[in-house]
């Protein structure tokens, strides 16, 4: 087997050296009865051309995001990734090293960690950010959590605009927790009065800009309603290149922010592995979860970094940890942080620039198809339209004219009423007016 | 010298000044790398994009106007990043045994096919008709899964290890609410990862330690005693953090099981014993499986994992959302627990569907190894790690005596009494040697911990050097050659680093009006 290096012999002078006549010897602590004697009833080793067989067989069944038109968004978003950013995050010093717990043969990762926070403070407009989340997701639960310690009170309200998946993982983490939740319901028209849901009990109101729905909200004046009532403002980004382009949470009041960092460096990958980020205010770092990365001096009175306020985390506290986690997302991050160091404020604002004016095309061009309407006036590169018919057979039969057209609204949250007949849709810089002129040809002919 | 609740120093002591001091600060491949923010400026940027067109915007008055995140040209970008990379230990450079972690070998194949369009560039938002292949990757792989632990069900969501414990948990915790019996507290061992107390107290539970007994191992009668009608469950894991195999872990099991509460294992170690035995025959009714340990997916400094969870029968019903079904040659996704037909899901852990990048990196490596080449994988393990045991049980010391181990070996600090020399000194003197340090201080329990996992990976040549070099050291420090190890490490980019300070004056990003601290 390629990937195992002792030889027979080595294993026989092996097993000499510590004393026993046979590999089974070692095994002998596991109960007689079930020690399996026979091979797992699965198939034999294989070699990479096998292997890249298979596999190959599967991914060429899938419909790739640049082989056609392609406008799917909420939440996971098709950006180009420069070529030198792949490069370096498979070079094995960072692939194949581990959580840095031993700093001096670890800078490389602890530099850039520290980098990434600072990018991720500078780009939310917060005092602090965490070395990364899992992903934006769990990212807005762990907030939730966080703005409980914060404020000692158990309750969250959800805005109606927050993308319906992540709304049902605080959901599920809040009744296991049995901690009370209210969500207002889905607000693809803009219509919600989150301030009127804040009250003496809230701990948190969570509010995402771009909403799913691709609607910018101005968070200042529900950040002064929840402070007025002592609660916390968590700002969701789902979106973060639309910080590029928008005024961050932190401008606008937020007490923490979380977001999904993939735009930024990470491809698609079927929704995983991605990145989170939390940044927050100074004031709340001990109550912050996850794996922080701070300045520290060596023994020479050179500067480095180390994993830093340890005490917050399970390895230390256990059972009264901030929270369970125990990895971030070091690679996705890395990628994340090379890439934002390539585009630099004036990459990144005008790669916003590109999306938000590619997505008034599409927007433009989608508003003059029959029967069309868009429901999104102030939007970055995601809006939603209201088609005549139900959203999920008309992307299929865009599917079959190779157009992929967005996400019907009522997949990410079916138990709502209302959302049947509307489609999210997203523009990014990897569109071109070609992409466009297909996708509002395809939908004329559908609706036709 | 300060220490933490393990008995380890954290602050610096001694220096590592050697040689004459180099004009530039540099140590020839060892070059100093400013921070980005001191090299970069906001007017440049490494990425060439078209000319916006200037249309009016339609932000709704919320525009940005400035951001202050430096820009550098790609070949800047590349020397910063690649001397960066320069500074870091990896398995792909030399020995890298962190108990616990299982630092074996990544497969390039596996990042190879990761990265095919067809996986690395679809969207999980995509029509399920245009991602029949990548559903079909994933009940592949589930279905392997089940062979191999001997279990009913799976969810492959969870983004990690912690995070399939708390949907281990959950789902126990969701199966006996829909009994009518709420129960209060979770037995974790103490010995366990600080992740099992941690999870459990975040579902709101109550943790009650089990002491292990002499030899490292839990005792059914230890565990009646902790039993009791309050009683959720168990959190063992195994084999155990000590690198010992719970030996009456169907008698364990059992009696978890006579008192109405479930028995979940921490799989972390699962790569000692696959091909050898399944956890559905020892009477688990869940555990996680950490996809960057057992199957491979690279640590990549620290994440991203993956902590898929199998069940039992009794606790496969309650499993989260989403799922993949399978009808004929179709496969869909069951995306919501309102569509969860005939299943009592607690949940949703996560948006989308899971680690699809370390779902077909794992699965590349199971079909690489097959059933014959993972045994094989655990048996080599195994083996390395009781080989390490033998190299060096006669002149360091083991917390419970000299007993076969499986995939690490736990070692502790007996054999440095007197000398002056901590662990931490040993494990800083391990990177002269040109290795990374084991796990040190854990599992807690154990004074001193040092806890060895060398994987299959390592080959007889490079152990003995290994047992060689710790051999070296372990007389060094006997014999009162201690600056060798309170100093070091010597050789590494930086000499030990101050942690309390770091702890005590928090500085968690560069400041422009906080001038980097030169030296003192």
Redesign the interface.
């Known amino acids: 087997m390629r990937y195992l290096p002792l030889s027979d012999a080595d294993r026989k002078a092996m097993l000499s050296s510590v004393g026993v006549g046979s590999i089974d010897d070692l095994f002998a602590d596991i109960p007689e009865e079930v020690r399996l004697t026979e091979l797992i009833d699965l198939p034999r080793k294989a070699g990479e051309m096998d292997v890249e067989r298979q596999l190959g067989a599967m991914a060429a069944k899938n419909t790739a995001a640049s082989a056609v038109p392609f406008f799917v968004g909420c939440g996971a978003y098709k950006h180009h990734i420069p070529a030198s950013v792949d490069h370096l995050i498979q070079r094995s010093e960072f692939l194949t090293a581990y959580t840095p717990y031993q700093p001096e043969v670890s800078q490389g990762t602890l530099q850039y960690l520290f980098e990434f926070q600072t990018q991720m403070a500078l780009l939310t407009g917060m005092e602090v950010a965490n070395a990364s989340m899992y992903d934006g997701s769990t990212g807005c639960g762990e907030a939730v959590l966080m703005a409980h310690r914060v404020t000692r009170r158990s309750k969250a309200v959800l805005s109606g605009g927050l993308h319906p998946q992540y709304r049902d993982v605080v959901h599920t983490l809040c009744r296991l927790t049995e901690e009370p939740v209210e969500t207002l319901p889905p607000d693809p028209t803009g219509s919600e009065d989150i301030i009127a849901a804040i009250d003496e009990d809230t701990a948190c109101v969570v509010v995402q800009t771009p909403d799913v729905f691709g609607r910018i909200r101005d968070l200042a004046p529900i950040a002064a309603a929840a402070h007025e009532k002592g609660a916390l403002l968590v700002a969701v980004v789902t979106e973060i290149v639309s910080l590029g382009a928008l005024k961050p949470p932190g401008e606008m009041g937020a007490d923490i922010v979380v977001a999904e960092g993939q735009s930024i460096g990470v491809g698609l990958s079927f929704g995983g592995p991605y990145v989170g980020l939390l940044a927050t205010r100074e004031k709340y770092i001990r109550q912050m979860p996850g794996r922080v990365c701070g300045e520290t001096v060596d023994a020479d009175g050179k500067r480095g970094f180390v994993l830093t306020l340890s005490t917050r985390e399970q390895h230390i506290r256990r059972e009264k940890a901030t929270s369970n986690i125990c990895t971030n997302s070091g690679l996705c991050a890395l990628a994340f942080t090379i890439h934002l160091s390539l585009l630099g404020e004036a990459g990144l604002m005008r790669l916003a620039r590109i999306n938000h004016e590619n997505a008034i095309a599409l927007a433009d061009a989608l508003e003059s198809v029959d029967g069309v309407e868009l429901l999104t006036t102030a939007f970055f590169n995601e809006f939603t339209i209201r088609v005549p018919g139900k959203a999920a057979d008309i992307l299929e039969s865009l599917v079959e004219k190779g157009v992929l057209g967005g996400v019907p609204a009522s997949r990410l949250a079916p138990d709502q009423d209302g959302l049947e007949d509307l489609i999210i849709v997203a523009a990014t810089e990897v569109n071109t007016a070609e992409d466009r002129h297909a996708y509002a040809k395809a939908l004329k002919e559908v609706l036709s | 010298m300060s220490m933490?609740?393990g008995g380890r120093p954290t602050s610096?002591?001694?220096?590592?000044?050697i040689g004459h001091p180099t004009f530039t600060g540099n140590k020839a491949l060892q070059i100093e790398?400013p921070?980005?923010?001191e090299v970069?400026?906001?007017?440049?940027?490494?990425?060439d994009?078209?000319e916006?067109?200037g249309?009016e915007?339609?932000?709704?008055?919320?525009?940005?106007k400035?951001?202050?995140?430096?820009?550098?040209t790609?070949p800047e970008?590349?020397r910063?990043?690649?001397r960066?990379?320069?500074?870091?230990?990896?398995?792909?450079?030399g020995v890298?045994p962190?108990g616990s972690?299982t630092?074996k070998?990544?497969?390039r194949?596996n990042?190879?096919?990761?990265?095919?369009?067809?996986?690395?560039?679809?969207?999980?938002?995509?029509?399920e008709?245009?991602?029949?292949?990548?559903l079909?990757?994933m009940s592949?792989l589930a279905a392997?899964l089940l062979?191999?632990t001997g279990m009913a069900g799976v969810a492959l969501s969870p983004?990690?290890?912690?995070?399939g414990?708390?949907c281990g948990m959950?789902a126990i915790?969701?199966a006996q609410l829909a009994k009518g019996d709420a129960r209060s507290v979770v037995l974790v061992p103490e010995s366990a990862?600080?992740?099992n107390?941690?999870?459990?107290?975040?579902?709101?539970y109550?943790?009650r330690d089990v002491a292990a007994r002499e030899d490292g191992t839990v005792s059914p009668e230890a565990v009646r005693e902790a039993l009791g009608p309050d009683v959720a469950g168990i959190m063992l894991t195994n084999p155990n953090t000590c690198g010992?195999?719970e030996?009456d872990?169907?008698e364990i099991a059992d009696a978890v099981h006579e008192a109405g509460a479930y028995f979940y294992c921490d799989g972390a170690n699962f790569n000692a014993?696959v091909?050898?035995?399944?956890p559905g025959?020892?009477g688990v009714d869940c555990m996680h499986i950490n996809l960057h340990k057992t199957f491979s997916t690279?640590?990549?400094?620290?994440?991203?994992?993956?902590g898929p969870v199998v069940f039992s029968e009794a606790l496969a019903p309650f499993a989260?959302v989403p799922y993949v079904v399978r009808d004929g040659d179709v496969f869909s996704l069951v995306?919501?627990v309102?569509?969860a037909e005939g299943m009592k899901p607690?949940?949703?852990?996560?948006?989308?569907?899971?680690?699809?990048?370390?779902f077909?990196r794992a699965?590349?490596y199971?079909?690489?190894?097959?059933?014959?080449?993972?045994?094989?994988?655990s048996?080599?393990a195994?083996?390395?790690a009781?080989?390490v045991?033998?190299?060096l049980r006669d002149i360091m010391t083991q917390p419970f005596g000299d007993q076969?181990c499986?995939h690490e070996v736990l070692f502790d600090d007996t054999f440095l009494k007197d000398t002056g020399v901590t662990t931490l000194d040993f494990?800083?003197a391990m990177?002269d040697e040109g290795f990374?340090?084991m796990?040190m201080y854990?599992p807690l329990v154990v004074h001193g911990a040092m806890l060895i996992e060398p994987t299959?990976?390592?080959?007889?040549a490079?152990l003995d050097q290994f047992i060689a070099a710790l051999r070296d050291l372990t007389q060094a420090a006997k014999e009162g050659d201690t600056e060798r190890l309170t100093?070091a490490?010597y050789y590494?980019?930086?000499?030990?680093?101050?942690?309390t300070?770091?702890?005590r004056q928090?500085?968690?990003?560069?400041?422009p009006d906080r001038p980097?601290?030169?030296?003192?």
């Open positions: 933490n609740r610096a002591a001694g220096s590592s000044n790398e921070l980005i923010f970069g400026n906001t007017g440049k940027t490494g990425v994009l078209p916006p067109d249309k915007d339609r932000l709704g008055g919320l525009e940005r400035e951001i202050g995140l430096p820009g550098l790609e970008v590349m910063h990043y690649v960066l990379s320069q500074k870091n230990f990896a398995i792909d450079a890298y962190l972690c630092m070998h990544n497969a194949l990042e190879k096919m990761a990265r095919l369009p067809g996986i690395g560039d679809i969207h999980p938002l995509q029509p008709s245009t991602v029949q292949g990548a079909e990757l592949t392997w062979e191999m983004k990690a290890g912690a995070h414990e708390f959950a915790k969701t990862h600080g992740t107390p941690a999870t459990a107290s975040l579902l709101g109550s943790v010992l195999f030996r872990i169907i014993i091909g050898k035995a399944r025959d020892l690279p640590h990549g400094g620290g994440g991203p994992g993956s989260p995306e919501t309102e569509a607690f949940g949703r852990q996560t948006a989308f569907h899971g680690q699809m990048g370390m077909v699965l590349a199971m079909m690489s190894h097959g059933s014959d080449g993972m045994r094989q994988a048996e080599d195994v083996l390395n009781n080989y045991r033998a190299g076969i499986m494990a800083k990177i990374h340090p796990t854990f299959e990976s390592e080959s007889k490079s100093g490490p590494a980019p930086m000499a030990r680093l101050d942690e300070r770091a702890a928090p500085i968690l990003r560069w400041s980097a601290e030169a030296a003192e």
